[in-house]
């Protein structure tokens, strides 16, 4: 079981989180900050795993992480999960982000926490892995984009102007989670597709 | 129309949305709370208007606040209202937030059942889904309970998408829900071979989860899964697969076996090293399962341990952690093949990741041996001191001494080094375990008799050196050791060399900066020290050592007794007062060494942790009894010190002051030696147990000599290590005296006592420096056996513990809640609270909880009136039924009637709303939408009425509660064409019998307008009232449907014939009957009877009476074991009794025999067409 997925900045700002489990808000940010402070301070080059984070969970449970560019993708999750198959699955998770919003960066995950959620819900569903094949993952998702649009139908063109100007003056941010450079060695990926 | 929306999205535009909130925060930095409180008023302003989509669009900011860590428990409400929207955009928006923090606290989740239910049956399947994914996060075990059922139906969806959801979320169910595992087990093993891979993976994925928790329930799976393993490539789903094996190989050996060459294959023959990894750790455990009773793999075990030195070798951190993390569980049980990987591992030592560092401390904890324990302490001696930061320094310092102190010492053959092994362990800086090296030191000088001399001088040379520890305050971690050497010291003080030095060491004035209960060991070992020095110079006349040692504390214990801390304060001044009388003795030169040193005397043995614990309580002993009746004449166990008082000294022994000459202490001493041996409680050396522990007895044991011609400090070289080389060179001797001379006698008995304790290893060349005798730690006599439980009672996962081999049971069912069979009890019982006498105690126990559960929706009924009003309104699409639109007026009576009902169930309590459903699907259309009214279960009553290629029609009729002449025909039509049809009527042939109710002031023979158009490909449901005058017979109506096939170029009229087929059984209505009525109701004699057999059925009996009950509208009424009674009741009022046995026989009595005929006849029919 995946008992929380978190994802945060450099800085430890959350930009989604997913907890399988209930707990109080108070509880949750202190989780975020306690796993920020344990996978902040590795180096790169070291391994992803991380036994005990002490919020969540006991002994059983494992943090598992990837960092691209100014995020950390955290999944913790407890001894029936395979370790490597999560690493993959965070990898297809990215890939996947990258896919949807063309390109993906941290401002994406900023502005559209919402679609970042959704997109996570065709992989995991309530703690376990739904999906793993990235090209489903994305049918299901663009589908549902689809409806959400033709809702929207006429009325929705006004609105979308509107934000399309708002969005026009947005700060410069660098466009760097681009997954291409970090040239992340997933062992066995291919297995998947 | 259209312009209107327009307007209102270009009002809604310039409302805040997401992004725009987002902006603001990161624009308002420095006072974002403050923002942040204005941004919430807004939303709140937002969450009163009507629009869905600005409620929408309110809530979506809501879920990104509550990851900032906002509580909205608040906006629960319009957060369930948003979920209500028939839009999916918004609906999913409203999902997400119920998912983000809605939990089972939340009061409003109950409210959501209908919706949720409401979803999970939509045409459309991203409705079905996102509802899904969102009852995943919020399921409790009332929505569990409820929609048990709905899921287990979507899990034979004919859709992929919705299967693989609904079979994940079933693990959800069974949590919440234990009692639904059983019911859905058999769905669940069915869709492990499910056409869709997601589905199949899904479904491996929930009983694994399953499995994980109680294996011993899932062994049959077995072959199925090993089928799956050996046929499936879905990398994910052979993972899960082979992990749920590992679970499963330690209950069924036979399977390993058959395991073992399945997975080697896969070794070989997989490039991913996630799924080669699992087969490695699989085959571990399958290897850990086999060890005991088979030959050995040794095959397989060279195999993984070579694979996952491959892993290790790897340039990847990760593969390399969990090649470690793997090596780790073979050598638990084949440690001489991970033992040769120890260069490997030792490296892995030197790794900059700390966590693999930490992995190879394990590793090697469990690689030590006789042989080559020095050295790997060696080796981690070297760590400490290169070691930055203190968290792996002090992890390498609790592994160095894990690893020599684990198993009792084991793998330590030279004391003297592990002595100072930690005499150097404590030149740690800042370190935290001082207390863990000061118990090692305790523990060894304490237990290890023949090493004390030498743990005594290194003590006395670390109190001489206390300024070296204590230098920094800040590292007062390791002043604990002060603790240990005081003592040490203090207890062992014969061995000491010099014992009046370490006095003066511990009587130094910086000992007082030291903390209280170091201090106060200080001032007591310094009194045993004293009796030690005397005992030294006794017999000396007018010894002038003796008098320099009284002084020399009396000088300096004065500044203890000034000490805060009161332990120390009691301790110093009793010891000084004490010095003060012996100094004066010593003055009249009277002998005192031997009275003072008999204060000190006796042996300490070390105690079993756990040995208090175990200490058995005695026969008689009752701890809550009173302990002074009788009063002081009994001698109560606990009590025996003050015992011997009194019996000595009668009464007056505390009074007088009597000075006790030698004869009399050693009298005392001999009582109490004799009372402590038949004192339980007093943790001695007892004879037996020291036969057991000391079996070669320390007498026997030729100890070689210590060569103290080696200094204990060589400049520039830590001391450990000169006795890695005297041991070495020691080795070598033994060997070359081993060759020349014979086996002499001694050696052989040394030969057998090693291997006594060394167990099979294979170290014969290695006999220990000093034959030391390790005083195991004593239990109590006939300590009780470790009852130590370490399982969570409040696991959720115990109570899934169910045997799901069983046949399924009656009782084994999921509730369909309009026909949950269930026994009633009637008022008058319930006011007796006695419970049916028929029933089981566990029965009984089930309906208590079902009353609670009434009580419970009882209260949220409360709940739900009180928002009814606020809601109905706009949440009309959350009822299950369209609405008929078409009579305004039949509303208002309606509602008439609904109050007048509202009345009835005061007085009928609170059974009835669980019943009515089926029947009254007309009412759950006006209860306003939230009431848990029951939708028609998935699998329907509805059959064909007319088809042709524009139309196709379903009918269902029910019985009219609320009037004996009356039935109400649901008719869906469902447009099949691609024109739009309109102008539908409807119309019915009346006969004399049953008549079509038509508005007033109609003719007999005008048709009914449908009250809607049929877009392309929609279906949509009318209502139409008949009246019928006798019921005890079926009937046909002829009738016909006109509409307009209205399409882009042309509108034809056209036409359908079609025939209502009214059954004696749409006369019936599912009505409860309490089991005694039912009993006065057959006693009457009224009834007439009939009987019919059933040929050729084979369902499960449940599933006959579901059957019954839900095509036929019967209830249940009672259930034992082999028949069930069933009843129902006509619009006229005729019961119609059923006794049906699992012999298929239906006995059947009614006070209508015509009735009854053609009843049984239906019943008939329907069982004849399955």
Redesign the interface.
């Known amino acids: 079981m995946i008992k929380a997925i978190l994802i945060f900045n450099n800085h430890g700002k959350p930009r989604m989180s997913k907890f399988y489990e209930h707990y109080t808000e108070d509880t949750e940010q202190q989780i975020i900050r306690e796993t920020f402070h344990l996978v902040s301070k590795r180096d790169e080059n070291i391994c992803n795993f991380l036994e005990g984070g002490l919020l969540i969970g006991g002994s059983d449970n494992k943090l598992i992480y990837r960092h691209y560019a100014t995020l950390y993708f955290v999944f913790c999750v407890d001894s029936s999960e395979s370790e490597l198959g999560i690493l993959d699955l965070i990898q297809v998770f990215v890939e996947t982000l990258d896919k949807c919003f063309e390109n993906v960066c941290e401002l994406d995950l900023i502005f559209h926490v919402d679609k970042v959620h959704n997109i996570l819900a065709e992989m995991v569903m309530g703690g376990m892995v739904l999906e793993t094949n990235m090209s489903e993952i994305i049918t299901q998702v663009e589908a549902q984009g689809k409806m959400e649009k033709s809702e929207a139908g006429i009325a929705g063109a006004p609105a979308r102007a509107v934000s399309a100007v708002k969005n026009m003056n947005l700060p410069e941010m660098p466009k760097n989670i681009n997954i291409g450079d970090i040239s992340i060695k997933v062992p066995n990926l291919p297995s998947f597709k | 129309m ?1 312009l209107k ?2 307007k ?3 009002d ?3 409302d805040k ?4 909130l ?2 603001g925060i ?1 624009n308002h930095k420095e006072d974002e709370a403050k923002y942040i409180s204005t941004c919430i008023d807004e939303i709140k302003q937002e969450l009163k208007q009507d629009n869905i989509a600005v409620k929408a669009n309110a809530v ?1 900011k809501l ?2 606040l ?6 909205v428990s608040w906006a629960a409400f319009n957060i369930v209202e948003v979920m209500s929207s028939s ?3 918004y609906k ?2 409203g999902y ?1 937030a119920a998912s ?1 923090c809605f ?2 606290g939340t009061d409003v989740i109950m409210l959501t059942t209908n919706q949720i239910r409401k979803d999970l049956s939509s045409p ?1 399947q ?1 409705d079905t ?2 509802a ?2 969102g009852l ?2 919020f ?1 409790t075990p009332d929505l569990a309970r409820d929609l048990a059922n709905d899921i287990m139906t979507l899990m034979s969806h004919t859709k992929p ?1 919705i299967r ?2 609904a079979v ?2 079933m ?2 169910v069974f949590l919440k829900y234990p009692e639904s595992l059983r019911p859905a087990f058999p769905r669940l093993k069915e869709k492990l071979e499910d056409p869709d891979p ?1 589905v199949q ?2 479904a491996v ?2 009983i ?2 399953l499995a ?1 928790r109680n294996p011993k329930n899932y062994l049959s799976l077995a072959p199925l899964f090993f089928k799956l393993m050996t046929s499936s490539t879905n ?2 789903v052979l ?1 899960k697969i082979i ?1 749920l094996f590992g679970a499963l190989t330690p209950l069924e050996p036979r399977l390993g076996k058959k395991l073992i060459e399945p997975l080697t294959n896969l070794i070989h023959s997989t ?5 080669l ?2 087969c490695v750790n699989t085959v571990i455990a399958v290897l850990i399962s086999l060890s005991s009773g088979m030959p050995n793999h040794s095959a397989s075990i060279q195999l993984c341990v070579q694979k996952l030195r491959i892993l290790i070798e790897d340039s ?7 090649g470690l993390l793997a090596m780790s569980k073979i050598l638990k049980t084949h440690p001489k093949s991970v033992q040769s990987h120890k260069d490997l591992i030792l490296q892995c030592l030197d790794d ?5 560092r930490l992995r190879a401390l394990d590793l090697l904890y469990g690689m030590v041996s006789k042989k080559n324990l020095m050295e790997i302490v060696k080796k981690l001696m070297l760590h400490v001191d290169k070691a930055e930061g203190t968290t792996y320094r002090d992890e390498l310092l609790t592994k160095i001494i894990d690893i020599c102190s684990q198993s009792n010492f084991q793998y330590i053959t030279n004391f003297e080094w592990y002595i100072s092994i930690l005499v150097e362990l404590t030149r740690l800086e800042g370190t935290r375990h001082g207390h863990l090296i000061a118990s090692q030191m305790l523990d060894v000088a304490i237990r290890v008799k023949a090493i004390r001399g030498f743990a005594v001088a290194q003590m006395a040379t670390l109190l001489d050196n206390a300024h070296l520890l204590t230098g920094n305050t800040q590292r007062n971690g390791i002043c604990e050791v002060l603790y240990a050497a005081a003592w040490i010291c203090g207890e062992f003080s014969e061995h000491l060399e010099d014992p009046m030095q370490t006095l003066e060491a511990m009587l130094r004035p910086k000992v007082a900066t030291l903390p209280g209960h170091i201090q106060a060991v200080y001032v007591q070992n310094a009194a045993k020290l004293f009796a030690t020095v005397l005992r030294k110079h006794d017999g000396e006349t007018e010894s002038q050592a003796a008098q320099e040692t009284s002084q020399l504390l009396i000088d300096r214990l004065p500044l203890f007794v000034q000490s805060a801390n009161l332990e120390v304060q009691e301790r110093a001044s009793c010891i000084l007062q004490l010095v003060k009388y012996i100094q004066k003795l010593q003055q009249k030169n009277v002998e005192v060494a031997e009275e003072v040193t008999a204060l000190f005397a006796g042996e300490l043995n070390p105690v079993a942790p756990k040995a208090q614990k175990k200490v058995p309580i005695p026969e008689g002993l009752d701890l809550d009894a009173w302990i002074n009746e009788p009063p002081s004449g009994s001698e109560s166990e606990d009590e025996k010190p003050k015992a011997v008082f009194a019996k000595e000294e009668p009464k007056h022994s505390r009074s007088r002051h009597t000075e006790v000459d030698e004869k009399e202490l050693a009298r005392r001493r001999e009582v109490r030696k004799q009372e402590q041996a038949s004192n339980p409680f007093y943790i001695k050396a007892s004879p037996s147990s020291q036969k057991v522990y000391d079996a070669p007895g320390v007498e026997h044991i030729p100890v070689v000599q210590i060569d103290l011609s080696v200094p204990l400090k060589v400049p520039g070289m830590p001391m450990s290590d000169q006795y890695l080389k005297l041991e070495e060179e020691r080795r070598q001797k033994e060997k070359a005296e081993r060759k020349k001379k014979e086996k002499k006698k001694k050696r052989e008995k040394r030969g057998k006592e090693r291997k006594a304790d060394s167990g099979p290893e294979s170290e014969e060349d290695i006999t220990p420096a000093h034959q030391v005798d390790i005083v195991t730690e004593e239990m109590p006599e006939n300590a009780l056996p470790s009852d130590d439980d370490d399982k969570d009672p409040n696991d959720p996962h115990k109570a899934l513990d169910i045997d799901l081999d069983k046949p399924l049971a009656d009782s084994d069912k999921l509730p369909v809640r309009t026909h949950r069979p269930e026994v009633l009890k009637s008022p008058a019982e319930d006011r007796d609270g006695e419970s049916v006498p028929q029933e089981t105690k566990k029965k009984s126990g089930k309906e208590k909880k079902k009353d609670k559960e009434k009580d419970r929706k009882v209260r949220c009924r409360r709940i739900q009136k009180k928002m009814l009003c606020s809601i109905e309104t706009r949440l009309n699409q959350l009822s299950w039924f369209p609405v008929q639109k078409s009579s305004k007026h039949k509303k208002k009576k309606q509602k008439k009637e609904k109050e007048e009902k509202e009345k009835k169930k005061k007085k009928r309590h609170h059974h009835h709303h669980q019943h009515h459903g089926d029947a009254g699907g007309e009412d759950s259309v006006q209860n306003g939408t939230v009431e848990e009214e029951e939708p028609l279960p998935p699998m329907s009553n509805y059959s064909l009425l007319a088809e042709n290629s524009y139309i196709k029609m379903v009918y269902d009729i029910q019985g009219n509660h609320q009037d004996e002449s009356k039935v109400v025909v649901s008719v869906i039509f469902e447009n099949k064409s691609d024109s739009f049809l309109k102008a539908m009527e409807f119309n019915v042939l009346d006969s004399l019998n049953s008549k079509l109710q038509r508005p007033e002031g109609a003719g007999a023979h005008d048709s009914l307008t449908v009250p809607f158009q049929l877009p392309p490909g929609v279906s949509n449901e009318a209502r139409f009232v008949f009246s019928v005058q006798s019921i005890v017979m079926p009937q046909k109506l002829k009738g016909t449907l006109t509409f307009i096939v209205k399409s882009d170029e042309s509108s034809t009229h056209e036409k359908l014939d079609f025939k209502l087929h009214f059954t004696c059984t749409s006369y019936l209505i599912t009505t409860p009957c309490y089991s005694d009525a039912y009993a006065k109701l057959l006693e009457s004699g009224d009834l007439k009877g009939s009987s019919l057999r059933l040929e050729g059925i084979n369902m499960p009996f449940h599933h006959l009476l579901a059957r019954i009950c839900f095509h036929h509208h019967f209830s249940v009424v009672e259930r034992i074991d082999s028949c069930a009674s069933m009843y129902s009741r006509s619009i006229q009022g005729h019961h119609v009794c059923l006794l049906v046995k699992t012999t298929v026989s239906i006995d059947a009595k009614c006070d209508e025999p015509s009735l009854l005929g053609n009843v049984l006849d239906e019943i008939k029919q329907t069982f004849s067409k399955c």
Request: hydrophobic fraction near 35%.
């Open positions: 259209a929306i327009v209102g999205s270009i809604r535009m310039f949305n997401l992004q725009d987002v902006r990161r979506c879920t990104y509550q990851m900032l860590g906002y509580d839009k999916f955009t999913r928006i997400l983000q939990h089972e459309n991203y889904g996102v899904l994914t995943s996060c399921v998408y693989k959801k994940l979320i693990y959800k997601g993976s899904a994925n929930v694994c989860e994980r990398n994910w993972i992990k490039s991913a090293m996630s799924l990894y699992e990847d951190q990760n593969l390399k952690y969990l900059k990741d700390e966590s693999i």
